[in-house]
């Protein structure tokens, strides 16, 4: 990994250009609007930025109506820009119990990205939700009677079909919706991406797109972390 100098003072056309370098990192992905674009723009942002954040951080859904539309995909390049490898993959559990060992499991091993893939009809888990607005978790470790408390440092996303969401889950997510408009999508046509290798083209790029990324974050400190206009804020996420 080989990462350019980040400047200190980030002059307009320093963040043109890393502005340009992370939209083409998703130029590719079918988003449903501008906002979705944002939110998985932000989802890359999340795992880097995570030590300035003195809060959880939301859920982010990644939503499709179909299969092969490219959720999967998406997750795959957050991981490897943020950690150079594949965000940590789980299937959702049948049970609270087993959703709690998963992610007692998950935090001692540091995960920084963990992705709860392919969910099937409606995700709700108490200790999940629990997850999402804690900045700790404390639990038993399996097989022993030791109880650990563990730090939230993580950027959950989930990716689904559809998905719907139960109990107060829908307050501590934020959404990103893809549509490819066709019936197969895992059929398009590979000519028609400016990236059709975009795992191996991310992987050679990654530090650029990391030192976009924080020249992003520096300008914006730099110029006193102003709020954007009519922002709204979420509930337990206002940090």
Known sequence: LSVPPIPDNPTSSDVKAAV???METVCDFPFDGEASGANAVATMFTP???PMIDCPTP?????KPQA????????EVIGIIATGRA???MTARRDDEEWRKA???LLLRGQSVVTIDNIEGTLSAPSLAAILTATTFQDRILGRSETVILPNRTTW??????IKLGNDLPRRCIWVRMDAKMARPWLRDVNSFRHPRLIEWVSENRGAILVAIMTIARAWVMAGMPEAPGLPHLGGYER
């Open 20 to 22: 340009e370098l992370v």
């Open 48 to 50: 880097m930025l995570r």
């Open 59 to 63: 859920l982010v859904i990644i939503d």
């Open 68 to 75: 092969g539309t490219g959720a999967s995909l998406l997750t």
């Open 87 to 89: 965000a940590a993959m």
């Open 103 to 105: 992610i007692t499991s």
């Open 157 to 162: 996303i989930s990716t689904g079909n559809n």
